[in-house]
């Protein structure tokens, strides 16, 4: 099982380190195999000295080592904090930020050449939804276009871009239909994210073929955060 938060444009350099040790202090007392992943804000990044089942990564990087690319972070600029793990295709870099298929493309090709987890984000819009579950996979498997399922360090994260930051979360029937239907083809952890809170997050982990959970919203404190890797502690004694 995955947990993993995504703290978007939230937290300071401070805050971040605060969340990470309390994070670390609470999975250090346990002895389980949940595996949780925190993406920070890249001034956030540190060299943290955490537990093995613990990665801090980062939500965006610019396909190269170094260069010239004005506000933009490179590999080299990531190594130095040891990174390990890069989300990829997240909605808001899609949508708001306006992300192109070709650039998420190259940036997972980039980060695969580097040998990083990658948690590459797929999910469909509201009128996509509403016109059914084959118009969503239909949606989905497009965005997949190039990608490399194969990639041994891949992660999948499901999030419908209606149900991030809104309060909405896809009905349980609906999570496992889609992620049923990527099972199909893709051998990966299958997460999925779109305002799963600590009250519901152990009902979604209870779904077929849910490996985990990709939050924001609910997991920016570390007590929140805490319970989810708790609830899914609890889900693999089950
Ligand atoms: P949310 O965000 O939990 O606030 O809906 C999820 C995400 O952006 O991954």
């Known amino acids: 099982m995955i947990i993993a938060s995504n703290f978007k444009t939230n937290h300071t350099r401070k805050s971040t380190r605060e969340f990470v040790l309390q994070v670390e202090e609470f999975v250090s007392k346990t002895d389980s195999s949940v595996q949780a992943r925190i993406y920070p804000a890249a001034t956030a990044l540190d060299n943290f000295e955490v537990d093995s089942s613990i990665k801090v990564g980062a939500q965006n990087f610019y396909p190269t080592c170094k260069g010239s690319y004005t506000g933009e972070i490179g590999f080299e600029q990531l190594q130095e904090f040891e990174v390990d793990s890069v989300l990829i295709g997240h909605s ?21 050449e580097q040998g990083v987890e990658i948690l590459f984000c797929v999910g469909e819009p509201k009128e996509i939804r509403e016109a059914g579950i084959d118009a969503v996979m239909a949606y989905v498997w497009k965005q997949f276009d190039g990608i490399d399922l194969d990639y041994d360090r891949l992660v999948i994260a499901y999030e419908p871009v209606w149900a991030i930051g809104t309060g909405l979360t896809a009905s349980n029937e609906d999570i496992k239909e889609v992620l049923k239907r990527l099972r199909e083809s893709i051998q990966k952890p299958l997460l999925y994210g779109g305002s799963v809170k600590v009250d519901n997050v152990g009902d979604i982990l209870d779904i077929e073929n849910c490996d985990g959970v990709l939050v924001g919203t609910a997991s920016w404190t570390a007590e929140a955060f805490c319970k989810m890797i708790e609830a899914a ?3 693999g004694e089950k």
Do not use: P
Request: no cysteine.
């Open 92 to 112: 808001e870099r899609r949508y708001v930020l306006k992300e192109s298929s070709e650039l998420i493309l190259k940036k997972f090709d980039f980060a695969k």
């Open 233 to 235: 502690q609890k889900n």
